[in-house]
């Protein structure tokens, strides 16, 4: 069996909830730092995919315009 302690409503200290407390705040973890062609071949070869520098190029303009609309 459990205890359980009986305390008076006076005795407990009640908080508002606060919902900033238990979440992420977006603004600091996202940065909008540009992609280079080197990072995108590198990983590019990391996950085994095939690529020439027109789908490097068009990639790196596609993702630096994603991250500066964000």
């Known amino acids: 069996m459990k205890k359980v ?3 008076k409503a006076n005795e407990v200290e009640v908080t508002p909830f606060v919902l900033q407390d ?3 705040n977006d ?3 996202v940065s ?4 280079s062609k080197k990072e995108l071949k590198s990983l590019a070869k990391e ?7 027109e789908h490097i190029a068009f ?9 500066k609309k964000r």
């Open 22 to 24: 238990f979440t992420a």
């Open 47 to 53: 996950l085994g995919l095939a690529y020439d520098d």
């Open 32 to 35: 909008s730092e540009p992609v």
């Open 59 to 67: 990639t790196k303009k596609l993702i630096n315009a994603y991250m």
């Open 5 to 7: 302690e009986v305390v």
């Open 27 to 29: 603004t600091e973890t």
